[in-house]
């Protein structure tokens, strides 16, 4: 049984006339009316009672409409959803984000995917630092990352998200809680808590801004996330130099001021070096479109997860283009 003589047969069941059936397949009544003799022969059954006046179906044919139209709807779907997997419209994408940004851009990120590729499916691992990323990027266990750079190790290609001025977190009892705006200066004397990594792009722009005002910053306590980091601050530990996003993570005794000669950190999306999915192409151009990526921004090259493939078009009219 071919599908063209089942979307001949449903023709026919639902105009119960072949000359109209005909008239909406765009082919001729007798290569019509030759098709069904075919499949009523191969299935040895009467579909249909034919009279000068009228064209009704038998019991046979009323099941196999029923029947027909599941099929047909089945074939329809399957088709639909191979094209869209295949244009990158479908399917599941392994998203890894950092501790801040789980907070401070997951939202956005999360939003914009469900409206532009709602048969996407995101599949979130948080509060992963750099390293961590890159390597579960390397073997295969996350897709696309939401990291800070530079990346570790190598195969990784990576697109600048956002740039974020550093911050000044402290205990909301410190001698700087305070102050409005604090220098890196001021910072001199005090214990710092930075994380435990030492590829952490963020305890590297820390150490750059404590550098450029003539010290080096004392590494009292370390953590392993974003969590413990804020808790040993609030507990009054030691202060912390971080991204301004982390002001989206409030917590009891804990005050975030500007720094006003600090260094800033970057947010990039990273992703395996040649990789050829479509879908995670089409969520790092729908997220890059929503963050108002500038021109020139993915590193260390141009290779896009898709082949190089560019931003859409449209979503770019749609977000804007960065300028």
């Given amino acids: 049984?071919?599908?063209?003589?089942?979307?001949?047969?449903?023709?026919?069941?639902?105009?119960?006339?072949?000359?109209?059936?005909?008239?909406?397949?765009?082919?001729?009544?007798?290569?019509?009316?030759?098709?069904?003799?075919?499949?009523?022969?191969?299935?040895?059954?009467?579909?249909?009672?034919?009279?000068?006046?009228?064209?009704?179906?038998?019991?046979?044919?009323?099941?196999?409409?029923?029947?027909?139209?599941?099929?047909?709807a089945g074939v329809d779907d399957a088709v639909d959803g191979v094209r869209r997997i295949a244009a990158g419209r479908s399917g599941l994408v392994r998203l890894g984000l950092t501790g801040i940004a789980a907070f401070s851009h997951l939202p956005r990120i999360a939003r914009v995917v469900k409206r532009e590729l709602p048969d996407v499916d995101l599949r979130i691992s948080s509060d992963m630092l750099t390293p961590v990323q890159c390597e579960a990027i390397r073997t295969g266990t996350l897709d696309l990352g939401v990291l800070r750079p530079p990346t570790v190790g190598e195969d990784i290609e990576m697109r600048v998200i956002d740039v974020e001025p550093m911050v000044l977190a402290v205990s909301v009892d410190h001698r700087l809680a305070v102050e409005p705006v604090v220098s890196v200066t001021d910072l001199r004397n005090e214990p710092f808590v930075m994380y435990d990594s030492r590829d952490s792009a963020v305890n590297e722009a820390a150490m750059r801004a404590c550098r450029a005002a003539g010290f080096v910053p004392d590494r009292a306590h370390e953590a392993s996330g974003t969590a413990v980091l804020l808790a040993l601050v609030a507990a009054g530990l030691g202060v912390s130099v971080l991204p301004a996003s982390v002001r989206s993570l409030p917590l009891d005794g804990l005050v975030?001021?500007?720094?006003?000669?600090?260094?800033?950190?970057?947010?990039?999306?990273?992703?395996?070096?040649?990789?050829?999915?479509?879908?995670?192409?089409?969520?790092?151009?729908?997220?890059?479109?929503?963050?108002?990526?500038?021109?020139?921004?993915?590193?260390?090259?141009?290779?896009?997860?898709?082949?190089?493939?560019?931003?859409?078009?449209?979503l770019s009219a749609k977000f804007g283009d960065g300028s």
Avoid: K, N
């Fill in 1 to 72: 049984m071919e599908l063209r003589h089942l979307r001949y047969f449903a023709a026919v069941a639902d105009t119960c006339h072949f000359g109209q059936a005909a008239a909406s397949l765009h082919v001729a009544q007798p290569a019509l009316s030759y098709a069904i003799r075919q499949l009523e022969s191969e299935l040895d059954v009467t579909l249909f009672t034919r009279t000068t006046r009228q064209v009704s179906l038998t019991p046979a044919g009323e099941y196999l409409r029923v029947q027909a139209e599941r099929i047909l």
């Fill in 256 to 314: 975030v001021r500007d720094l006003v000669d600090a260094d800033t950190v970057e947010v990039a999306l990273a992703w395996r070096a040649g990789g050829a999915d479509p879908v995670i192409g089409a969520v790092a151009d729908v997220i890059a479109a929503a963050f108002a990526v500038h021109p020139g921004t993915v590193r260390p090259g141009t290779v896009h997860p898709a082949q190089a493939r560019p931003i859409d078009a449209a």
